[in-house]
């Protein structure tokens, strides 16, 4: 949540890159952007409410800037709201949430003239008042982040002297190094462009940035500390539209050789991860949103494989499950970004009861990632659009992939798979797509869309959802085919168009249930039922059925979204990446 990125060096383009770094962040926050400025004039803020893409900024001889997009948390989407925040000499652009904010912005009313309703601004104003108490930078920002409850990553600029200044702790900050500039971003494709050599700042860590140079300190200890070059793998290629409109539709057509790409694990790595869970006394398998779907069908995976019972939570309920969580307990967390709060949280309490920690994540350079002790990769390439396709199936994938391990199957996963990922080139084609516009085209204007699945297509009913949800603001449900019939077919009515997955005996009688109470019924299947109105053919992926069914419902949402005036890529009140609670 909330792109922030900074640029120092001796090149007069810091706010040139800032701004067009920032547009790759964009899928952070979309509500309002800014950017503040180092030229010899001083620190200079442009703002503008809306999204950055569309945003214009002046040229400058900045040799300093940070920028921010924003996610709107507290206070609405407007121009006093957005970032930098300026209170005194201090500028501050923040990612995260100040959870006990008012208590220090109520004791500061009479002095400050707050212009936002933010908890950020309260940083800058907390920031101010130490410096004007005669603190340097540096203690002035080790005092104020022990004030801060909650995660959060901070860039500021003093007027006071040249340079930024990064502070982090739970939200991501990671610095690009080489060349004429050093960057700090909440994320890599902000400086992909100009280095692929990066230093990761952990938690309660501070950076300086001045010129080239960069001093590091632990924030607790006050001491200095060195840090590694690591050269990271992503390219800009795959970080890029290229000659698609949307990111999402490049996303899901990748699937092509994503898909290939996630099943092609480190045998010895698969090896350590399921020795982990063998030797566990339980195994908890958390996520968020589609992630969270993904962990349930690897949950159907591990019974209907391997036999095995493990524990599905989402990451923001597992609360009430905490005691469950003990020292011999397998953590198992799946994540897109490996940054998710809600996800990291978990986390933080695992190792705090020395539970073991393993990962299925997309970014190999994650806080999560580096917290687990095995962590798989996704290896889709980063994934842009909010709403998330490719690494759901490369989710889903090592799921099937780990179950067959666990099994002492993999070879025959590993079989399954690859067929399945060949069938998927050949299902993806314009000619499928188009037929998929088509149906698209018929449900348009519905206000209500349910879709069923029994076992394991059921998670991917709830993801459909989702996905359905997200891009193309329909009302649109999920639930396992068998329940339908307990409650919610009352809503079914002349024409609701309900999405069934799978051709089994007792999915398609629940179809049959809901086309004689007026249902039209789109089947999703390997084989054509007489019950189906209209028919998405999906090839037979044996138990990895999730896999195939998945695709052409995240085409179909696509299409919902282009039909009903929506920008795919960046739907309302989402931001990828929630790295708030
Ligand atoms: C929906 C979507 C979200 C994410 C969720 C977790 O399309 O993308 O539901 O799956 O916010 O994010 P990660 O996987 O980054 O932890």
Redesign the pocket.
Known sequence: MCGIFGVTGTAKTAADNVFAGLKNLEYRGYDSWGVALRDTEGIQITKQVGKISEGTMEGSDAYEAVGHSRWATHGGVTLDNSHPHRVGGVVVVHNGIFENYLSYKTKLEDEIDFKSETDSEVIAALLHIEIQNGSSPQEALTHVSSLIEGRFAILVMFDSMPGIWAVRRGSPLILGRGGEQTYIASDIPAFLEMTNVVNYLDDNQMAYLHGVEVDFWDLLTGEEIEKRNIEVEWDIESADKGEHPHFMIKEILEQKETIARAINQDKEQIDAFTTALKKAGGIYII?????HKAAMATEYFFAQIAGKKVNVVAASEVESFKTFIRPNTALVC???????AD?MEVVEYAESVDATVLSITNVASSSLARASTVALPVKVGPEKA???TK?TTGQITIGFLLAHAYADTFTKGLGILLGAAANINDMINPRYEEHIESVAKKFKDTENLFIIGRASLYPIALEAA??IQ?VSYIHAQGFAAGELKHGPIALIEEGTPCIVLGDDQETISNATELKSRGAVIIGISTTEQPVFDHWLRVPDAELAQPLVSIIPIQILSYHFALLRGHDPDMPRNLA???TVK
């Open positions: 996520g968020c949103g589609t992630a799946i994540s897109q970004s490996g940054e998710t996800i909010v709403a998330s690494a989702i996905k997200e990828k990446s929630v």
